[in-house]
Structures are given as C-alpha cells and as structure tokens.
C-alpha cells in the first residue's frame, strides 16, 4: 500500500521504490523523515518530541503566521494596530507547528501525493483565542522518485472584512555529514539580515561556509537561484523555491545546540543545517477570500554555480 494512516502519523511509500518514502507527524504536518532508497535526507533530533507535547526538533517543520517572536516598536506600542498586537501574542514560529492537522487523504496516485488541512476551528485553542482570525491551511505533500515537493495554500475565507497579515515558512532541517566540510552556494550578492548581528548587509561571500553560529534571513532572492548544499564539492541538497523569496539559514552550533533540551545529541549540529523558504522579510495580507500558494522542492540535482 503507498499510504498508511496510523492514529499519530502518516507514511508515503513510492510505487516503484517502497524504500523512498516520507512519514509526516498529523502534530504540525511535520515531515520527519524523507528516505531517498532507504537514505534518510533530513535530520532529526534523538530528542525530538513526537507526541505532540512540543513542535517536532528536526524535519520541516511549518512556521505560520510568525516567523521568529513578533516585536511591537515600542515607541509605537500603544497605536499598533491590531494585527500587530494579535501576532506580537504568538509564540515564536507561530501556531502551525503546535496544532494538530486534520488528514485529507492522497489526491493523486503516482507520483503519490497527500494533503493535510489545518482551518482555525481545529488549531491549537489556546493560539486561536489569540490570533483569532479565520484561516484555512491546505498542505499537499509530493513524494517522487527523486524529490519531495511540499506546497502550501493559505486562504481567508472570512465574509467580513478581516484581513489578516501573515509570515510562511518551511523550517527545513536538511542532514548532512560535516557542517564543517558543507557549503551554501548561489546566495552571493543576496542582501542579508543577520539574527545574530541585527544588521542588514550584502553578502558578497562566494559560498556560505560554518565555522560558528549562523542565523541569516537571505532576502529577495531571485526564484530562478537554486539554493544547493555542497559536501567537500559535491552536491548533497537542491532547494527550489516558488513563491518563496526569502532563505533562512541556521546552524546553532555548541552554545545554541547546549541550551536546547531537545537537540540531541549535543553534536548534532555537526550533521545538520537549516535552509528554510519562507517568505519572512515581509509579510503577506490577505483579504478576505483570497488565497496565497507557495512551494519549496527538495532535490540532488548536478552541481550549478549561478553565481561565484
Ligand atoms: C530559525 C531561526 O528559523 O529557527 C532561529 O532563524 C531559531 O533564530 C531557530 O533559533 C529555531 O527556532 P525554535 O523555535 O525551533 O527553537
């Protein structure tokens, strides 16, 4: 059988190769485990929580409708408006990862193909009371011979006239073998905001090189740059991106590794790295009754350098 549904989780296996497969958490839609012929391709933490007590440390999980904590200008505080307020209220990342999604069923036979939805009358309680508006998320997930292609519908299907503004982004933990002996091409000339710095520059660097913490939102990058993952020169991760023109790239490193209870083991980061699409430098409003869609494709495709 290509899909089987248990109470907590759901496993794609692909018709012509049972041992390329995706597993996704219904906690969160999170993916945490993508084999391509039985090699794992994301990483995830020994200590993940997969039993919905916290959101998944590893795989991708999905950040909506905040990325990182929201912060009111406090200059301003007292006039943000509502939105604002509303969003500055959420947790880090959001709601999406913390809620349980409902699963719709497969769509398409081969390449196979499922979907999840996630609509405010389902989601976590206690961050819909916050963030109160209506919303409807639909996740379709696409396992093929040699790719995962994850897309997101986001739609307000209000009749008044709530709009809501909103952050998206797919928190790709990507594994690999040596954070040290890893790349990042084709972001040169990208202009960056550094979480660690806060400051906005140009990176004028060949390749993004590890070598300590990096926590890097890459903004505006062109859609037609393919964001690889390059392991002592050769291509480990392809990352396409439609719709989605920012690139968030993590490495926690020793400091931020030890302080988290769930990264483990504490080396860990040795063996992973985040880039994440997302559309974070912004955010998107939406009015009601209409719709937003963007995807991200996990590939291993030939080494391309775009730019150097
Ligand atoms: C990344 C952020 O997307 O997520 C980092 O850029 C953050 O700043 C990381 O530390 C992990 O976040 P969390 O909430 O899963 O610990």
């Not at 916050?130 to 379709?140: A, G, N, Q, R």
């Not at 490193?253 to 992973?272: Q, R």
């Amino acid at each position: 059988m290509t899909v089987q549904e248990t109470e907590s989780f759901v496993i794609v296996k692909h018709p012509e190769n049972p041992e390329t497969s995706v597993t996704i958490l219904k906690y969160g839609a999170t993916v945490y485990s993508w084999k391509l012929a039985n090699k794992e391709q994301l990483w995830l933490s020994d200590a993940a929580k997969l039993d919905g007590s916290k959101p998944v440390r590893g795989g991708i999980p999905l950040v909506f409708p905040v990325f990182g904590k929201h912060q009111l200008d406090t200059a301003t505080a007292n006039i943000a408006n509502a939105n604002d307020v509303k969003l500055s209220k959420l947790p880090q990342h959001g709601l999406a990862r913390n809620s349980t999604w409902e699963f719709l069923g497969q769509t398409k036979e081969n390449p196979p193909t499922i979907q999840f939805g996630l609509y405010s009358e389902i989601a976590n309680k206690e961050l819909t009371s916050i963030w109160d508006y209506d919303f409807e998320l639909i996740y379709t997930i696409e396992l093929n011979k040699d790719s995962l292609k994850t897309e997101i519908e986001v739609s307000n299907p209000a009749k008044s006239d709530k709009s809501f503004k909103f952050n998206w982004l797919f928190h790709t933990y990507l594994r690999i073998e040596d954070i040290e002996d890893t790349f990042i091409s084709n972001l040169k000339g990208v202009n960056v905001y550094d979480q660690l710095l806060k400051q906005s520059y140009n990176d004028v660097q060949p390749v993004v090189t590890f070598h300590e913490e990096v926590d890097r939102v890459y903004k505006n990058v062109r859609e037609d740059r393919d964001i690889q993952v390059v392991d002592k020169g050769k291509p480990i991760h392809t990352i396409k991106r439609i719709n989605l023109p920012d690139a968030v790239v993590w490495n926690p490193w020793v400091n931020k590794s030890n302080g988290m209870s769930d990264f483990e083991p504490k080396t860990g980061f040795k063996k992973m790295v985040c880039v994440e699409p997302g559309h974070v430098h912004d955010f998107i409003v939406l009015s009601p009754g209409s719709k937003w869609k963007a995807s991200q494709i996990l590939s291993k495709d030939e080494l391309k350098y775009q730019v150097i």
